[in-house]
């Protein structure tokens, strides 16, 4: 079974939806972020969280929220969907133990909202 | 701030031969990270690489190589041996300082591996 899972995997949705992406893993890390991925822009950071109790913004959190709901589980949520958040969603993870702090990617989210 | 470049928008590299990807940085943290990572046409992102900024020798994984240049300030990644099941986007990645750690990745590489 694939450590960082994501759900859904596709999804389509209208303007001014509501849609929540969720993310678990079993690698048991501390540390959980979700990107976006655009064509030509790489991946561009959303929300990190630390811990159960430490969330933080990134660079493009404006239309997102999330909630980390325990160890293993960061949801992230899209309180009304508008067309350009279209794009491919990653969840990831990482453990600053191996003092490398490479992070591992869930298979994404298509979000298509039109 | 830091920044990383990726100026080849796409590669071609014949099979068995090997491949440089270039990447360049700025940071001005002394104590930093690069990473580079596959993603394959079915979207899932592979961590491949980790170079440290106080690492003396190039990391090496395999067929995967980190030609890393502290002065120059550049990682570019070298496969050796290109496989067909090579050609895929390539990120050239960097994690910052302090207790954030931020990663800032690069808009990629293509790379195709012709037979």
């Known amino acids: 079974d694939a450590d960082v899972t994501q759900t859904p995997r596709n999804r389509i949705t209208k303007t001014g939806k509501r849609i929540m992406l969720e993310c678990s893993q079993t690698?048991?890390?501390?540390?959980m972020y979700w990107y976006r991925q655009d064509p030509g822009l790489g991946l561009r950071l959303i929300y990190y969280?630390?811990?159960?109790?430490?969330?933080n913004k990134g660079e493009i959190s404006d239309g997102y929220s999330v909630s980390r709901q325990a160890q293993a589980k960061f949801s992230l949520s899209l309180e009304s969907a508008i067309p350009n958040q279209t794009a491919l969603y990653f969840c990831?993870?990482?453990?600053?133990?191996?003092?490398?702090?490479?992070?591992?990617f869930g298979p994404g989210t298509r979000l298509t909202v039109t | 701030a830091q920044k990383i470049t990726q100026t080849q928008p796409g590669m071609f590299v014949q099979e068995k031969e090997a491949v440089t990807l270039d990447c360049t940085y700025d940071?001005?943290?002394?104590?930093?990270?690069l990473f580079w990572y596959k993603q394959p046409s079915s979207g899932e992102m592979i961590f491949l690489i980790y170079?440290?900024?106080?690492?003396?020798q190039n990391a090496t994984e395999g067929r995967y190589s980190l030609n890393f240049q502290k002065a120059r300030k550049s990682a570019n990644l070298v496969i050796s041996a290109s496989q067909l099941g090579d050609s895929a986007m390539y990120f050239c990645?960097?994690?910052?300082?302090?207790?954030?750690?931020?990663?800032?990745f690069g808009i990629g590489t293509k790379l195709q591996v012709i037979p």
């Open positions: 170079q440290g900024s106080y690492d003396e």
């Open positions: 940071t001005s943290d002394q104590s930093y990270g």
């Open positions: 990831a993870t990482s453990d600053p133990r191996t003092g490398r702090y490479e992070q591992y």
């Open positions: 969280s630390f811990d159960v109790k430490d969330i």
């Open positions: 690698k048991g890390h501390d540390r």
């Open positions: 990645a960097m994690r910052g300082g302090g207790g954030y750690q931020k990663v800032t």
